[in-house]
């Protein structure tokens, strides 16, 4: 099954349905048909397969959200390549790592980022080729090749006759070596994630979705990826701001969206909202963060027609394991407090939480949460031991802890890897560290999450200054910022003479957060 078999579908069936709309910088709103999609997806092809790439190939993108991400993804998959989204948010450095690590052959990027190019390709180890692959269309730099005037001599491209299991993308995740490694998966895996989620969160193919959430994460590319599977229609922003998303839903009639609870915050407390412009939304799903009880009571009240689904998983499932219904947000399931769970399991998808042994825990005793089904990654580009180490028995061990009651019902307790989760991003604590002990004045550093009205969680670091060195909070804040992405970066900085430590000698983070648990930054 490749991935292409829904946009084949429409192009038989519907292939005057609009499958994107984008809201463009001038104001305007681009309309793209299936039919549309499917002739640019053979011709991107094309013009890939003249710059040398073949299949099984890496092609990147570095862009905001648009209507362009559909076809990139389409277009890869048509020529056989590897689609390999890369963060926007990243530093220049990173970005350089994840392209010389995926040894991509092609990189298209949109006017946003042409600037950092200079940065990339100075850090970068690889050459690739690089492509403008924008808005406005025409008007790519002097220096760079203007994807759409090579799509103008291009020829349709025939489709590559690949196989489910062939790899269909690189996603690259935070790791504890604080390097970003990157998630291989194949077209069986994306293909079977969306079957799961819409087997038991069904989606109407009349039902518009918008898409706000940034592409580059699985969780918002995976949605895409599933609504082109119903031949849906989808609306596209390219960043996230408020009114921009009262708009887009009072104007094409938005039935779902993809959010994290600070979004859903900030959109219930900006000027321009008005339930009554929301009137159309059927279904708010969410996930990178628990929604808290004030949140969603105070959502339900101004959106009762909608319903609240939240999601749970990583990207090494495609992304998801578990799902928690509208049921336990309202009435009795609220009343049972399946509310604070992570919902059940997804429909092919099998879980459980065991022991260090690897023997299930019973029900309320906490342990590993581990899953394996055809969502389940191939394993990690090129690292044949972390491979092994989530891969063991034919078993994801995601390294989150848990604990399952007697209906199925998923609590998750802790992350075992130490990340934190900030406004939806999965920040890495040994990265941050690892940043931070590069400044002269640092001895000791830990990094900890701490509780956010805002984020969720924000990052806070804890440092020992080396004895009669000097820094300031803004200093070490700015040291990190040059190092690695600004989200990534303490927002706060204590300073202390000593960490907590065990017998063993390991910084005791329990003790660092236990004065935060019950505060609300």
């Known amino acids: 099954m490749q991935l292409t078999q829904g946009l084949h579908r429409m192009l038989q069936q519907q292939p005057d349905k609009v499958a994107t709309w984008f809201a463009l910088p001038d104001g305007s709103v681009r309309a793209r048909s299936y039919g549309e999609l499917g002739a640019r997806a053979a011709r991107i092809a094309s013009v890939l397969q003249g710059q040398g790439v073949a299949p099984g190939e890496r092609v990147a993108l570095l862009s905001a959200n648009s209507d362009r991400y559909l076809e990139f993804f389409m277009a890869c998959w048509w020529a056989g390549a590897i689609a390999c989204p890369v963060n926007m948010r990243w530093s220049a450095a990173e970005m350089a790592h994840s392209l010389d690590d995926a ?85 069986l895996n994306l293909w079977s994630s969306a079957m799961g989620r819409m087997a038991q969160v069904p989606s109407s193919a009349d039902a518009v979705a918008l898409h706000v959430a940034p592409m580059f994460h699985l969780a918002s590319a995976g949605r895409l990826i599933s609504h082109t599977l119903i031949g849906g229609s989808a609306m596209v922003l390219p960043t996230f701001r408020p009114d921009s998303v009262v708009d887009a839903i009072e104007r094409h009639a938005v039935a779902e969206v993809v959010l994290i609870p600070s979004m859903l915050q900030m959109l219930l407390d900006h000027p321009s909202f008005d339930p009554a412009r929301l009137a159309s939304l059927r279904r708010i799903t969410y996930g990178g963060a628990p929604i808290s009880p004030a949140l969603l009571d105070r959502a339900l009240a101004v959106l009762p027609r909608a319903e609240f689904v939240q999601c749970y998983g990583q990207t090494e499932a495609s992304p998801l394991i578990t799902i928690n219904p509208h049921e336990s947000h309202v009435g009795e399931g609220r009343r049972l407090g399946r509310l604070r769970s992570a919902g059940r399991v997804v429909y092919g998808v099998q879980m459980r939480v065991v022991d260090p042994e690897g023997r299930d825990t019973g029900p309320g005793v906490a342990g590993e949460i581990i899953a394996r089904g055809p ?92 004895a009669g060195a000097l820094a300031t909070a803004a200093e070490l804040q700015a040291h990190c910022k040059a190092r690695i992405a600004g989200y990534k970066c303490p927002k706060s900085v204590e300073f202390r003479t000593e960490l907590p430590m065990s017998s063993v000698g390991k910084v005791l983070k329990t003790a660092l957060r236990q004065p935060y648990l019950n505060a609300v930054r």
């Open 103 to 187: 040894g991509v052959r092609v990189l298209l990027v949109d006017a946003g980022f042409v600037s950092m190019l200079p940065a990339i390709r100075t850090q970068a180890r690889a050459r690739f080729a690089t492509l403008f692959f924008g808005d406005p269309e025409g008007a790519s730099p002097p220096d760079l090749p203007d994807l759409e005037a090579l799509l103008a001599a291009a020829a349709p491209a025939p489709e590559h006759a690949g196989r489910q299991d062939d790899p269909a993308a690189i996603f690259y995740t935070g790791g504890t070596t604080g390097l970003p490694k990157g998630v291989v998966l194949s077209h």
């Open 375 to 466: 969502n389940v990654m191939l394993g990690y580009w090129r690292k044949p031991e972390e491979t092994a180490k989530a891969l063991r028995d034919g078993w994801l061990h995601t390294g989150d802890g848990g604990y399952l009651d007697t209906h199925g019902y998923l609590y998750v307790v802790d992350r075992l890897k130490d990340m934190i989760i900030t406004g939806g991003e999965n920040v890495y604590s040994a990265e941050v560290e690892n940043a931070l002990t590069e400044h002269p004045a640092v001895a000791q550093c830990a990094v900890i999450g701490i509780p956010s009205a805002t984020w969720g969680e924000s990052v806070h670091a804890v440092v020992v200054l080396k």
